[in-house]
């Protein structure tokens, strides 16, 4: 092998080494980072890739009166199931899909039946509880509220959004 192709190889390859160590390095200090700094920046970026929905009443709305609710119950119980899948999915546009299409942070992909099959197992109440006030486990770190402003019903609905996703 002439000198200049050996030179031209090894110059190459130590390019590679270089550039190998700097991502090792840069690597190491992310995880080094603490988790709510991390949960605070995903949640940062999705709120400002994805607004929170604004719910809005119409301009002539009128709270019901004791007997008119009692007259409309069937009604609003089946508007108000209604107003909690549009309010899952629309969270889920906003904030969850952040971690849960990509699988950040150990996040089950939505759909992904065999990633989120041992979480439902633990049953809704536990799903809920992690959803709203955060976890961190072997299988990954959950922000509280995905790092957002949303109610704790908000994030019920995004979580019954995803497991009918893995149903």
């Known amino acids: 092998m002439p000198i200049s192709t050996r030179n031209a190889t090894l110059a190459s390859l130590m390019l590679?080494?270089?550039?190998?160590?700097?991502?090792?390095?840069?690597?190491?200090?992310?995880?080094?980072?603490?988790?709510?700094?991390?949960?605070?920046?995903?949640?940062?970026?999705?709120?400002?890739?994805?607004?929170?929905?604004?719910?809005?009443?119409?301009?002539?709305?009128?709270?019901?009166?004791?007997?008119?609710?009692?007259?409309?119950?069937?009604?609003?119980?089946?508007?108000?199931?209604?107003?909690?899948?549009?309010?899952?999915?629309?969270?889920?546009?906003?904030v969850c899909a952040t971690c849960h299409t990509a699988g950040l942070m150990g996040a089950p992909k939505l759909g992904d039946k065999a990633a989120w099959a041992p979480r439902i197992a633990q049953g809704k109440d536990t799903l809920y509880k992690n959803a709203i006030v955060g976890y961190q486990g072997k299988a990954g770190v959950m922000p509280a509220k995905g790092g957002s402003q949303a109610s704790d019903e908000e994030v019920k609905a995004a979580v019954d959004y995803m497991v009918s996703k893995a149903s």
């Open 16 to 94: 590679a080494l270089g550039l190998t160590m700097s991502a090792c390095s840069k690597h190491e200090s992310a995880e080094s980072k603490p988790t709510e700094e991390i949960a605070a920046q995903q949640g940062e970026i999705a709120r400002a890739n994805h607004p929170m929905p604004v719910a809005s009443q119409p301009a002539s709305f009128v709270p019901p009166t004791a007997a008119s609710a009692a007259a409309t119950t069937t009604t609003a119980t089946a508007t108000a199931t209604q107003v909690s899948a549009d309010a899952g999915e629309k969270l889920f546009g906003s």
